[in-house]
């Protein structure tokens, strides 16, 4: 019942006291968190230290150990190539990834959709489920898969850009008045990211939105500033008003099978998932929440295993996998992350960290991504 960690020396889990072995980065806790985790109580346990992966390549280490960004309490680090885990740039909604998995999508099934990821209540008996949602609005229904726990069980929150940091303490930001991330994965200020709850509340004020990661930059897709509107234009949120009034309405939700293009994309996938075909509207019943939003930045929730001893998962897609600082880059990939230089801030020095391994050049995967698993594929090097 014991969970190993890597991690750094003299450190204290919130769970209970942590006993060296025979590493000093080696340890196991002698209190046993899985009736929290069960409950869905755990985000991910908070320590500081060294890096967890320090010299070691992404692929020869349990990344799902690495610390979560947001909970990073150690000296500030301006290195992209780090193991902090972050949410993924690439689930927001109407990313160009995102675009494009409604489009494969829609080629199978004739069934016009947007994709999105999310948090639903506190309950891990929901971890990776997906639901099709119909808003009053939008042009089309949504397909969302729960990634983390959040809000209640009444209203479903998607992650959208600049859709809120949140209370708690987020990955995108460094904190001013809140605690916050000492290796953000944006530059900026708190203010200009909106409402602690529910971010911006008006199209007008997205363009105060930092519009790309500090890590990859020139290569990265999306524009935070035009998801941001983009999620207006569709009617995700509304303008004006604040935190309540701008939350569509849901007038209907139920539970369906995900979609791989979505799954895939995310990591996670339930074999006890609801046998309801994810084409079909007319098996949602009404609902009276409303859809909320959120970007934290964190690593959600469910990439923690000990989260999902409720739930019978797909050995393939068996948590969720955040990503690098890029927002991009799965944590599991191989480094270096491509285009990795820090864009530069007033008064701020990128410091440079040894490669952490090979690049790729040209193995199976050269026109593939990582993002949708195809690397487990790939030939033994042997």
């Known amino acids: 019942g014991y969970d190993r960690l890597t991690i750094s020396n003299g450190v204290t889990s919130q769970y209970g006291p942590i006993t060296a ?11 046993n968190p899985t009736e929290n985790a069960v409950a869905g109580n755990i985000r991910n346990i908070k320590i500081s230290g060294p890096l967890c992966c320090g010299q070691t390549a992404y692929y020869q280490t349990n990344w799902q150990t690495c610390n979560n960004a947001a909970d990073y309490t150690s000296t500030p680090v301006t290195s992209c ?8 740039l690439d689930w927001i909604v109407g990313s160009q990834a995102m675009t494009q998995r409604e489009a494969s999508y829609f080629r199978d099934t004739n069934d016009s959709v947007y994709f999105a990821v999310g948090a639903l209540g506190g309950d891990a008996s929901l971890a990776g489920l997906c639901y099709r949602i119909t808003l009053e609005q939008t042009d089309r229904d949504i397909i969302a898969q729960v990634i983390s726990t959040g809000g209640n069980a009444s209203n479903f929150e998607v992650l959208m850009a600049a859709g809120g940091l949140g209370s708690t303490g987020d990955a995108c930001l460094k904190g001013d008045d809140q605690p916050g991330s000492l290796v953000p994965q944006f530059y900026g200020a708190p203010a200009n990211w909106g409402n602690y709850q529910g ?8 363009v105060s939105v930092t519009s790309k990661p500090i890590c990859g930059a020139a290569s990265a897709p999306d524009d935070m500033v035009h998801l941001c509107q983009l999620s207006f234009e569709r009617f995700l949120r509304l303008n004006p008003g604040n935190t309540d009034s701008s939350s569509p309405r849901i007038q209907k939700m139920g539970p369906v099978m995900c979609p791989p293009q979505l799954y895939k994309a995310t990591g996670l996938h ?3 998932e609801p046998n309801m075909n994810y084409s079909l509207n007319s098996t949602l019943t009404k609902y009276g929440g409303h859809l909320d939003r959120y970007m934290d930045c964190r690593r959600p929730d469910y990439a923690d295993p000990l989260t999902l001893k409720k739930v019978v998962v797909d050995p393939s897609y068996s948590a969720i996998t955040p990503c690098r600082r890029d927002g991009y880059a799965r944590i599991d990939s191989l480094p270096p992350l491509p285009s990795a230089t820090p864009t530069m801030e007033p008064s701020m020095t990128p410091t440079a960290e040894p490669s952490a391994g090979p690049t790729v050049d040209p193995l199976c995967c050269v026109t593939t991504s990582y993002a949708d698993h195809s690397w487990q594929t790939c030939s033994n090097g042997a």
Do not use: H
């Open 199 to 206: 971010g911006i509340d008006n199209s007008g004020s997205c």
């Open 270 to 272: 339930r074999l006890d």
């Open 81 to 88: 190539s780090t193991c902090l885990s972050y949410s993924c």
């Open 21 to 31: 072995r025979t590493s000093p980065y080696s340890y196991l806790m002698t209190s």
